[in-house]
C-alpha cells in the first residue's frame, strides 16, 4: 500500500510558477512509475507528465510540453511537477498517481494504483 500527498498548489497570476509535491509512504517508491493528472470543473481528468521509476523516462501531454518539468527523489519518496509559464487553462485540481514499475501507456490513469487526494492550482489572466 502506497499513500500520496500532494502539495504546492495554490492561486497565481498567469505567467507565474509553482512547483508541485508528491510525498509518498513505503518503501517501495522507487518501484513506481509515478504520473501527475489534473481535473477542471466539468471536464475529464487528464494526463499531465509522468516519469519512470528511475527517472530517465519523463512523457508530457503536448498541452505542458515545453513549460511543464516532472522530477522525483528516490531517496525522499517524492515526485514533483514544475510548473512554469501558467495559464488560466491550467487552473484544475492536480493528483499524482503511482502506477506499475513498467508501464506502457503513461496517460492511462485507469493503469495506476494509488492516487492522491489532489491540490489545487487556480490560475488569475
Known amino acids: 500500500q502506497v499513500q500520496l500527498v500532494e502539495s504546492g498548489g495554490g492561486l497565481v497570476q498567469a505567467g507565474g510558477s509553482l512547483r508541485l509535491s508528491c510525498a509518498a509512504s513505503?518503501?517501495?517508491?522507487?518501484?513506481?512509475?509515478m504520473g501527475w493528472f489534473r481535473q477542471a470543473p466539468g471536464k475529464e481528468r487528464e494526463f499531465v507528465a509522468g516519469i519512470s521509476w528511475g527517472g530517465r523516462r519523463t512523457v508530457y501531454a503536448d498541452s505542458v510540453k515545453g513549460r511543464f518539468t516532472v522530477s522525483r527523489d528516490n531517496a525522499k519518496n517524492t515526485a514533483y511537477l514544475q510548473m512554469n509559464s501558467l495559464k488560466p487553462e491550467d487552473t484544475a485540481a492536480y493528483y499524482c498517481?503511482?502506477?506499475?514499475?513498467?508501464?506502457?501507456?503513461?496517460?492511462?490513469?485507469?493503469?495506476?494504483?494509488?492516487w492522491g487526494q489532489g491540490t489545487q492550482v487556480t490560475v488569475s489572466s
Open positions: 498517481a503511482a502506477g506499475p514499475r513498467v508501464l506502457s501507456a503513461y496517460d492511462e490513469g485507469g493503469l495506476y494504483y494509488y
Open positions: 513505503g518503501r517501495t517508491f522507487s518501484s513506481y512509475t
